[in-house]
């Protein structure tokens, strides 16, 4: 904790480092001794720290320890690239044990987090270590302000055979005043938001060239936050909101007032609010030496859209690049984002990060007020703000203008000959075929090792979550060849707009959520493939989501860096929209494409790919050759106005429906990511 001299507690044991007094903060060093003396004798184990000749800080220190940090800012970026580029260069453990231990008080506690996180997510020899989730450390990002101070009264009183989980309510940030609190479930879901902020770190957009220069980073950038947009959208339609609009008007009021009720630990303060029809202005905020007009910001976007329609960008020593139809995604995704792999970073800038920097700091752009940024600079917060997926919505608009002018796929790239796709059936246990079953669950989590008090042992607090009821996909396969393999892709839609009308294939394909994508063996004749929700391609079970430094996990070596890798994917429980009481009439996709032409020829033995849609696999290429949203990512071909005249045999559709029930189930025993749950 930021308050605290250098001795972390670290698992259940009491262990303290052996600080050599030089590492200490100024204002410590002098008591290093009563210090050391007082917790060496909490301790049950001391640990020794290398006494190396230390780095130079320099400039990283100029982010105050109770500042906020956000990569969004490039200052804030610049400084952490810094900081992993030392965490990085540590030519052993124990070095980069030592300069981690010196680091941690030293610098700005949110943005040694991420180094950390990063380094031990990119070194070799850091792949025993564990990277919990975030939320662990930091509960004050995630957590409604009030649960701290009766969680400080809990353990301060209450001892601990007789806690009780401090419950947060499903509705704490608005009323039903607010339209848009409709869809709050959504996005305040602790599980989206870590996925968020996991996929981020997986993928960051600044650094050593050797972390950034992931396999079609750029691509994944469009696709995950696209899936984002369109999940959004089926969420929106569930609760009778229309789809979201996209922020094209950089000077016109936001009507979406958002006030997160968080306040962050670290700093004492607040997250700012945003009352309804605030209007974004210049930026110039010398503290974070960031000053950004919004002419800039429109200069940016007219040079993208005009790279788009000329089908190449220009380099910074002036060469041109075709936007193939393949690549030119990839491209587009760092240019856009924008990330070091950008082209042009001068000419094309910093689009849809400053996009978020501007937003969040609608009401207080020269810094008068000395305030810090709103949820939606820190990727961390970000999806918890109505604002984020109007932007989104926008930057997803100048991907699929670039979509726009490449060639549709014809008949060929999308038919598997001679295989035909007979019958798709989901079944939900005790229930009607092609239906699916929502309800509210709840689930505890302990927050002790994010929360500083004296004295310490677990904090549960409740919440609640959307979940859905397990099912499988039945899908029966006719193969008139020889045994051979295919992809199955597995994706879903509503059926119906805004206004009741079915809608056409142009908007809908926009609107697919992919559900599972996995190969298959094909024998000769009928095939009945069964596959259970639970092994979708894009989610990670609940535990993993939540993990926590003590939950049960691999001991090490290979599976275990791929169980960190893993703590990217969509929340299993929120695989499936919400649905209504009445029923949300949805169109289920199926496809089986030619294997042949989908697969990557790589080893993957040992890979974790649980959520490889949307996180790709670490350290190798991404599993599949197709464009990302492949079929959906490409207008249709001349004449087709509907999905039924977009299918070819080795596709199928079927009409399914989701049924809400406004239930909520008490949290299960196995819910938790540690296994001290204590249900009532
Ligand atoms: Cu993930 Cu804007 O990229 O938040």
């Not at 993928?203 to 950038?221: Q, S, T």
């Amino acid at each position: 904790r930021p308050q605290e001299p250098s001795f972390a507690v670290k698992g259940d044991k009491n262990s303290v480092f052996k600080v050599p007094n030089n590492y200490l903060p100024d204002r410590y060093k002098p008591i290093g001794v009563t210090l050391a003396n007082r917790f060496g004798a909490e301790a049950e184990e001391e640990i020794d720290v290398k006494n190396i000749s230390l780095p130079n800080l320099g400039e990283i220190t100029s982010l105050g320890r109770h500042e906020n940090f956000s990569l969004f800012i490039p200052k804030h970026r610049r400084l952490a690239g810094k900081l992993i580029n030392i965490f990085l260069g540590m030519r052993t453990v124990d070095d980069l044990l030592a300069v981690c231990v010196y680091a941690r008080d030293n610098v700005n506690p949110y943005m040694f987090n991420y180094c950390l996180s990063v380094c031990l997510l990119h070194r070799q020899d850091t792949r025993d270590l564990d990277v919990p989730s975030i939320i662990h450390s930091f509960p004050d990002k995630y957590i409604d302000s009030s649960v701290f101070v009766r969680a400080r009264e809990e353990t301060s009183i209450v001892p601990e055979e007789s806690r009780t989980p401090i419950v947060i309510p499903r509705d704490y940030t608005a009323s039903d005043l607010e339209e848009e609190h409709r869809v709050a479930y959504f996005r305040e879901d602790l599980g989206i938001n870590l996925h968020h902020w996991h996929w981020h770190l997986v993928y960051p957009f600044e650094g050593a060239r050797e972390v950034v220069e992931k396999n079609r980073r750029g691509e994944l950038f469009y696709y995950m936050h696209q899936q984002v947009i369109a999940r959004y959208n089926a969420e929106r339609l569930c609760n009778h909101l229309r789809r979201v609009e996209r922020l094209i008007n950089l000077r016109e009021p936001i009507k979406e007032a958002y006030f997160p009720k968080l306040d962050s630990l670290v700093s004492s303060r607040s997250y700012p609010s945003r009352v309804a029809n605030q209007v974004i202005t210049n930026i110039n905020r010398e503290l974070d030496q960031i000053q950004v007009d919004i002419d800039d910001m429109e200069r940016w976007r007219d040079r993208i859209y005009s790279a788009i329609q000329q089908g190449y960008v220009q380099t910074e020593s002036g060469q041109q690049v075709t936007l193939t139809e393949n690549e030119g995604i990839d491209i587009l995704g760092n240019i856009i984002e924008s990330s070091i792999l950008s082209p042009n970073q001068t000419f094309y800038g910093d689009y849809h990060n400053i996009g978020h920097i501007m937003i969040s700091y609608i009401h207080d752009p020269d810094h008068r007020h000395l305030e810090s940024f709103g949820v939606i600079g820190d990727s961390t917060t970000a999806m918890r703000d109505p604002v984020f997926y109007r932007w989104h919505a926008h930057i997803d608009d100048i991907f699929q203008e670039f979509k726009a002018t490449i060639p549709s796929y014809p008949v060929d790239q999308l038919a598997y000959q001679g295989v035909t796709v007979t019958s798709v059936e989901v079944q939900s246990q005790g229930t009607q075929k092609n239906r699916l079953n929502t309800y509210w669950q709840q689930s505890d989590l302990n927050l002790s090792r994010g929360l500083d008090f004296q004295p310490r042992g677990p904090v549960f607090v409740r919440f609640t979550h959307l979940q859905h009821q397990e099912f499988n996909y039945r899908i029966i396969v006719n193969n008139q060849g020889s045994a051979r393999m295919g992809t199955c892709r597995i994706f879903l839609a509503p059926k119906f707009d805004e206004r009741g009308n079915q809608l056409l294939f142009r908007d809908q394909k926009n609107l697919f959520i992919e559900l599972d994508k996995f190969s298959v063996n094909l024998t000769s004749g009928q095939n009945t493939i069964i596959r259970s929700s639970t092994q979708s391609s894009v989610t990670i079970p609940f535990d993993r989501t939540f993990r926590d430094w003590d939950s049960s996990r691999p001991q090490g070596g290979d599976e275990l860096a791929q169980f960190n890798f893993c703590g990217c994917g969509w929340p299993q429980h929120m695989l499936i929209p919400k649905g209504t009481p009445e029923g949300f009439n949805c169109q289920l996709f199926v496809m089986i494409s030619n294997y042949a032409n989908d697969h990557i020829e790589q080893d993957i033995t040992g890979t974790c790919n649980d959520a490889y849609s949307f996180c790709g696999l670490k350290d190798r290429l991404y599993p599949d050759r197709r464009s990302m949203g492949y079929p959906f990512d490409r207008t249709p071909r001349a004449g087709v106005r509907t999905l039924q005249e977009f299918l070819t045999p080795n596709m199928r559709v079927q009409d399914i429906s989701i049924f809400f029930s406004n239930r909520t189930v008490r949290p299960r025993s196995n819910n938790t990511s540690n296994s001290n749950n204590r249900n009532q």
